[in-house]
């Protein structure tokens, strides 16, 4: 048999165990989506990953690419959890992903296993800063394999995260999920809400255990990132060559085309993903949609699939957000299909959100908060950037 028909095969298995492992609703419309359970959306189905924390290696990028390009729109989103999403697969392109994708090592064949698995994020630059505490990844690995061999039916709530937070050249903190371990001071705490507390090396992997338990026992708890402190460090930008074997690039709005992940797998390249959309490389690479420079003015701009990516979508968001490039004059823009604001929950200093009748303006907020003008078009919107920007006001 070949390997292409023992692949199409495992495929078919797999789809009926996750179909049995999830709920029989499992791709309607609005699920969450993950390796296991794609979701439909406006222009298809659409598959996640989560990338080992090690990365990608050519051989996956090169896989994605071809998956991409053949089933899909030919693109790929960055989350901002550090997950790459594939859209615009047919039905039967996305029931075969997961497997096809398993065996390459992007994820994990059991469904519950993978559900698991995928809470955990780890610093983007472990093992490759030297500032980075060196036990990051090790202790990363430990918990995922707790987490794998947690009773059977147990299943983390949906969003809910867990962080290896090694610090380093990236602040102690700046990875933000429900229980995080944090190196800091040469200490690791664990941290969830408000509280935190210091824990001797050998009893990380144990006390995480419990507190993941205990949090994750009752349904209906409020989540502990709502009640974590705010991060009020600063990420450095990770764009260009900033340590040894790392060369940052952010994606223009967060897509990298098929063709640049081909050409990254061509190069060699292995890539780990940031949880702000952005690319490390081992190598340089150019390409028309990956930004390198700090100063790239498109690196301001924010969008959601919106019109034609989304059924929700009352805009085509994407287009809107790069001609207004131009005119931002150092301003972050963030502009959302509608109010549900999928691609950016922070404050921006320009935030726009489509409706039937136009965009609703919001200055220094996000898109639930109160619009200072509404039903403008893209024309009122640059006129608005540009009077702001001349009379040097900071807007209201
Ligand atoms: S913000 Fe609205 S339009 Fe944009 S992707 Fe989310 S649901 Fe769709």
Redesign the pocket.
Known sequence: MSQGMQLFLCARTGFERYQAFMSPDLMRKGWCPSLHAPMQ??DGWLVRVTPDPEGLSPEQLAFLAEYAARFGNARMTLTSRGNLQLRGLDEVSARDFPQLAAARGLGLADPEAESRRRILFVSPLAGKDSSCAPETLPLARALEAALISFPPLWRPPEKFSLAVDGGGHLPVGALRADIALRHDCGTWRLCHGPFSELLQPHELISATVVLLKRLTASRGMPRALRSAPPFMAEVPPLMGQFLPGCHGVKAVLGEVSAASCAGMARAGISARLTPWRGLILDQPFEAPDLMHDPADPRRLAE?????G??????AL?QRDALSLVPDLGGRTLHV????????VRDTRDVTLV?QKDGYDLIWHGT?ADRPVESGLGVEDVRRRLRQNRHEGRTPP
């Open positions: 959306t406006h969008a959601c699939a919106g019109q990516g989304c059924s929700r979508g009352q968001t959302s299909g509608c109010v549900k604001g999928c691609a489509a898109t």
